[in-house]
């Protein structure tokens, strides 16, 4: 069982910086695939990053070269550091977390999710 609770949502303007961060419970946090998916308004939730329990690291289309995802196996956090953010990257952002390596773009592969934070980028 993992719990997972997201911060450091907020409003930014178009061109500025957000930092997220996933504070995981558990003791076996390392062994987890973990993913930030978002969700905007009228919208399905849809991918935006993953980490392997062993750091390779993959990202959507839209966010490469702006957006880093990155972890802590002591902390058992795992982090999304967004740059250059454009008003589209408004949405809620889930962290989430699943057994095995495969398939991590698909939300329904998660078994574990945060409650959510919201992110707002103003034009």
């Known amino acids: 069982q993992v719990q997972l609770v997201e911060s450091g949502g907020g409003l930014v303007q178009a061109g500025g910086s957000l930092s997220l961060s996933c504070a995981a419970s558990g003791r076996t946090f390392s062994s987890y695939s973990m993913g930030w998916f978002r969700q905007a308004p009228g919208k399905e939730r849809e991918f935006v990053a993953a980490i392997w329990s062993g750091g390779r690291r993959y990202y959507a289309d839209s966010v490469k070269g702006r957006f880093t995802i990155s972890r802590d196996n002591v902390q058992n956090t795992v982090n999304l550091q967004m740059n250059s953010l454009k008003p589209e990257d408004t949405a809620v952002y889930y962290c989430?977390?699943?057994?095995?390596?495969?398939?991590?773009?698909?939300?329904?592969?998660?078994?574990?999710w945060g409650q959510g934070t919201q992110v707002t980028v103003s034009s």
């Open positions: 989430a977390a699943k057994v095995g390596s495969y398939q991590v773009t698909a939300a329904g592969e998660y078994a574990y």
